[in-house]
């Protein structure tokens, strides 16, 4: 079993920076991947990047490539989503997942989920 904990949402203002962390525990097998995925009032839930627990490989949604990067520090136990140049379309909120495998795929294990509002 995985758990799952999101932090660091907030309000920003466009242009403006936050950065997301996801705490994990339980048993984290090196063939996992952990994503990010948000969800906007009225729409439906969207994936935004990914990494490969083991050797750190990144995946990012074609909307936040070159705004927002994905890494993880095993050692913490840590996944962290940097988010730069916010839009008021980035606003939403945000969901650690973990899944065991590739990035693309169902994802089984959910945190809470954390609101990143961006006001115009």
């Known amino acids: 079993q995985v758990q799952l904990v999101e932090s660091g949402g907030g309000l920003v203002q466009a242009g403006g920076s936050l950065r997301l962390s996801c705490t994990t525990s339980?048993?984290?097998?090196?063939?996992?991947?952990v994503g990010w995925f948000r969800q906007a009032p009225g729409k439906e839930r969207e994936f935004v990047a990914a990494?490969?627990?083991?050797?750190?490989?990144?995946i990012h949604a074609a909307s936040v490539k070159g705004r927002f990067t994905i890494s993880r520090d095993n050692t913490k136990n840590l996944v962290t989503l940097q988010m730069n140049s916010l839009k008021s379309e980035d606003t939403g909120v945000y969901y650690c997942?973990?899944?065991?495998?590739?990035?693309?795929?169902?994802?089984?294990?959910w945190g809470q989920g954390t609101q990143v509002t961006v006001s115009s």
């Open positions: 339980g048993r984290m097998f090196s063939s996992m991947s």
């Open positions: 990494v490969r627990w083991s050797g750190g490989n990144t």
């Open positions: 997942a973990a899944r065991d495998g590739l990035p693309l795929g169902t994802y089984d294990y």
